[in-house]
């Protein structure tokens, strides 16, 4: 029973954490990202290809690829409401995105310490191709995401 409480205890802080992470986010927005699923450790964010996200070879900018793994790495590690940054990010493509494709990035907690993490970040099409991996080291600073009560 405990156990529960706290469960339930840590996903509505992770939700409400990212929820206000997110309703500040001007470059998630912009990009059309939606934050799907959230749970301490663990979110999934969503992101149309749009036609101004096409590079000359008529495929997804790959540095809009990197920026919606780098939001889903962001709400994964500020999912326990500690103000956390990014240390250091890589990407390696598999495939390409195209004009249309609907990508989900799924982002999940590998190892987490008081002031480090480290997160692997999957990104997907629309037909579970996957087209990147991205792995990111986080680095907690002072603060909360939220006030909490």
């Given at each position: 029973?405990?156990?529960t409480?706290?469960?339930?205890?840590?996903?509505?802080?992770?939700?409400?954490?990212t929820?206000?992470?997110?309703?500040?986010?001007?470059?998630?927005?912009?990009?059309g990202?939606?934050?799907?699923?959230v749970?301490?450790?663990?979110a999934?964010?969503?992101m149309?290809?749009?036609?101004?996200?096409?590079?000359?070879?008529?495929?997804c900018?790959?540095?809009?690829?990197?920026?919606?793994?780098?939001?889903?790495?962001?709400?994964?590690?500020?999912?326990?409401?500690?103000?956390?940054?990014?240390?250091?990010?890589?990407?390696?493509?598999?495939?390409?995105?195209?004009?249309?494709?609907?990508?989900?990035?799924e982002?999940r907690?590998?190892?987490?310490?008081?002031?480090?993490?480290?997160?692997?970040?999957?990104?997907f099409?629309?037909?579970?191709?996957r087209?990147?991996?991205?792995?990111?080291?986080?680095y907690?600073?002072?603060?909360?995401?939220?006030?909490?009560?």
């Amino acid at each position: 029973m405990k156990d529960t409480r706290a469960a339930e205890e840590a996903q509505l802080l992770a939700e409400r954490a990212t929820a206000a992470m997110f309703a500040r986010d001007r470059a998630s927005q912009a990009l059309g990202m939606r934050l799907t699923v959230v749970r301490p450790g663990f979110a999934r964010l969503m992101m149309p290809v749009r036609a101004d996200m096409v590079n000359g070879h008529g495929i997804c900018h790959g540095g809009l690829m990197f920026a919606l793994g780098d939001s889903a790495f962001a709400f994964a590690c500020n999912s326990y409401n500690e103000t956390t940054v990014a240390a250091a990010a890589s990407i390696d493509f598999l495939a390409v995105a195209r004009l249309g494709d609907e990508l989900t990035a799924e982002a999940r907690e590998l190892w987490r310490t008081k002031r480090n993490g480290l997160y692997e970040i999957i990104i997907f099409n629309q037909h579970g191709a996957r087209l990147a991996l991205f792995r990111g080291r986080s680095y907690r600073i002072d603060g909360q995401v939220v006030p909490t009560e």
